[in-house]
């Protein structure tokens, strides 16, 4: 893979295109990388023992190839 962990990068492609955020870990095998505040979803959790449930957003992983190292890092 051309990023690691902690780099700066930007998005080439999808719905978050244009927007800079640094990598917050890296799946080799699956060529992905988990890139913060990119490819945020919503997702329904469980409440605890009575209590209420909620709604989160939670980032999810992005193609290595939609994204590249940003200049300024």
Known sequence: ???KKNDNI???AGKDKGKVGKILRAFPRENRVLVEG???K???ERGKAKGKGQMTEKNFPIHAS???LHGNA
Do not use: E, S, T
Request: aromatic share 0%.
């Open 1 to 3: 893979m051309h990023v």
């Open 66 to 68: 939609n994204v590249k």
């Open 42 to 44: 919503k997702v329904h």
């Open 10 to 12: 930007i998005v080439l």
């Open 38 to 40: 990119v490819n945020l």
